[in-house]
């Protein structure tokens, strides 16, 4: 923000970060502006028993090992599911090279939350309000027509997070810690 001797100082901050970048646009906020304060990275899995535990797992914990502070959160209508998802993240962590980061970050912030509707779902994600959500069921429109609050939206088991951080999604600046109730 400052420059240096060979490079000119900035007026805006922008982009997403680690912790460290995000106490940088803290610090400099008022000085200069900037686009937004990033949290951890989040995710949220909506998911039937159209899929199976493994994948759900291995989507979860490939966003947890983001940082040991990073949100997972699966929201299910099958008892099932839930069931196998938490045995999947169990069999995982003893062979990820990551365990480490995602399991702590899955004791502290991991969660399962069963709902007996759709329509429950839909308000369970929206109160969530979380970074990225992918859809993984048998009608991911009925999502896509019915949610509000989310950064990205990812539709269908093949549309993972991952590739949208990587490949197929647009910038990565997106609203963490409910932020998407208010910035859309």
Not at 69 to 89: F, G, H, M, Q, Y
């Amino acid at each position: 923000a400052y420059g240096t001797e060979t490079i000119a100082p900035v007026d805006i901050l922008a982009g997403p970060g680690n912790a460290y970048v995000a106490e940088a646009k803290r610090l400099l906020f008022g000085e200069v502006g900037i686009d937004l304060f990033a949290g951890p990275t989040e995710t949220l899995v909506i998911a039937d028993d159209s899929v199976d535990g493994e994948i759900v797992a291995t989507d979860l914990l490939g966003q947890a090992e983001h940082g040991v502070n990073s949100p997972a959160v699966l929201i299910t209508n099958s008892e099932k599911l839930a069931r196998d998802t938490l045995d999947e993240i169990e069999r995982l962590l003893k062979i990820l090279p990551t365990a480490a980061v995602a399991g702590k970050a899955w004791e502290d912030y991991g969660e399962i939350i069963l709902c007996d509707t759709l329509d429950e779902m839909v308000a369970e994600a929206d109160r969530i309000a979380s970074e990225h959500v992918q859809v993984m069921t048998r009608d991911p429109d009925y999502f896509l027509e019915r949610m509000k609050n989310y950064g990205a939206l990812f539709l269908g088991a093949r549309t993972n997070v991952s590739f949208g951080d990587k490949v197929i999604g647009t910038n990565h600046t997106l609203p963490t810690n409910k932020a998407a109730r208010y910035t859309g």
